[in-house]
């Protein structure tokens, strides 16, 4: 059986990047339970749970109580310090200001939303589906990870602006509409082509999900671009807790494409959230209804996948003119036939979805699930974003 010391001092190699001490040291490691068939059961206590560098973690906690000898697996729980270690643990590192929380600590709900493909409308639909949210009470914040093809600042009507960074050195979002919104666009010439390889991509969204304050929001929507590559993969390694929102149209060329996206989805470990079938249709100024892109493609998609249909979005002609506007159409247009549809998506969203932040969906006291063990990659390397 594999020795409980021995793990402890692996574990000790393990270290918190923003607190930059040993877990083991901190304290931070609950309980090493060991047995004879060699599974070793680890919960680790973190600040809180909200914080994208549990992941890190994750992975290194598996990684070092692997080196040693008898080891076969590793399951690792997380549970949350309470109040008063969080003082004892203030008090040991001579901080008066607290301990690191987390950029998505007081965030609820992360919903990537993707295809797999371009074209089938989901920048649209993301900045409608976030005004439509917004109408129903939330706070919502929008992340442009489209990093190549950035265009929700233009149909929020913030081409131009660059954001400001507060007295912690966090950037602060642009909003709009009430909605909070963050975009490469905003850091680069207006309408520049960025051109980077995966490593810089990668930098720049932990960048967004790190030193972006957004503070307390209900939901945190991400604009996937087309594909299932280095941006989905990223995404996938900093958010395990999202869920992925899939677009696609009618049909059936798209819907075989977006059925990839859900592979990719699954092979990361990201849960599906539900379909929306957009262009469902072209809704004519008199009511008259064309389905130029078929039928049936999200059902189909939604009962394969074993997931809920949340909505079918006609293509109507104010959709597109308010998205060249800079005004999504649900806050100028309520009665539209698209945005009674979003409008209808965001209820299903809502009704799904839970209403607390995600450190306070992990009480201390109740048993913490067990996260999926991811492979550890070497941090990549590239330019910082230029500050405001």
Not at 375 to 384: A, I
Request: contains cysteine.
């Amino acid at each position: 059986m594999p020795s409980v010391d021995d793990i402890r001092t692996a574990l000790a190699r393990v270290i918190d990047p923003e607190l930059r001490a040993s877990i083991v040291e901190l304290g931070m490691v609950r309980s090493i339970d060991a047995h004879e068939n060699g599974v070793v059961d680890i919960t680790v206590s973190l600040t809180t749970p909200g914080c994208p560098i549990r992941n890190h973690f994750q992975t290194s906690v598996v990684k070092e109580a692997k080196t040693v000898e008898g080891v076969t697996h590793v399951n690792v729980t997380f549970d949350v310090l309470s109040d008063t270690e969080k003082q004892g643990l203030q008090q040991k590192l001579g901080r008066s200001g607290g301990l690191p929380s987390g950029a998505l600590a007081q965030v609820a709900n992360v919903l990537c939303i993707g295809s797999g493909t371009g074209g089938v409308g989901k920048s649209t639909l993301t900045a409608n589906l976030a005004a439509a949210l917004t109408a129903e009470g939330k706070k919502v914040g929008v992340l442009d990870a489209d990093v190549w093809g950035y265009s929700l600042p233009r149909m929020f009507g913030l081409g131009g602006q660059r954001p400001p960074v507060s007295a912690t050195r966090k950037i602060l979002p642009l909003e709009a509409g009430g909605v909070k919104v963050m975009s490469i666009g905003f850091f680069v010439e207006e309408d520049s082509a960025v051109v980077w390889r995966g490593p810089m991509l990668h930098k720049a969204l932990t960048q967004f999900l790190e030193d972006v304050d957004w503070g307390e929001l209900d939901y945190l929507l991400v604009y996937l671009p087309p594909g299932t590559g280095d941006v989905s993969m990223t995404l996938a390694q900093l958010l395990p807790q999202a869920q992925f929102l899939i677009t696609t149209t009618p049909q059936a060329t798209a819907q075989k494409v977006a059925r990839r996206a859900a592979e990719m989805a699954k092979k990361v470990n990201l849960e599906i959230g539900g379909i929306v079938e957009n262009m469902s249709g072209f809704v004519t100024p008199d009511g008259q209804r064309f389905p130029i892109f078929g039928e049936g493609g999200g059902q189909e998609l939604a009962d394969e996948l074993d997931v809920p249909l949340f909505g079918k979005i006609p293509l109507t002609m104010p959709l597109r003119e308010q998205a060249d506007a800079g005004v999504p159409l649900v806050a100028t247009d309520p009665d539209d036939p698209a945005a009674q549809a979003i409008r209808s998506v965001a209820r299903g969203i809502i009704a799904i979805t839970p209403a607390q932040p995600i450190a306070l969906q992990m009480a201390p006291e109740a048993p913490a699930a067990t996260l999926p063990i991811v492979e550890s990659k070497p941090k990549p390397k590239g330019m910082s974003l230029p500050m405001a």
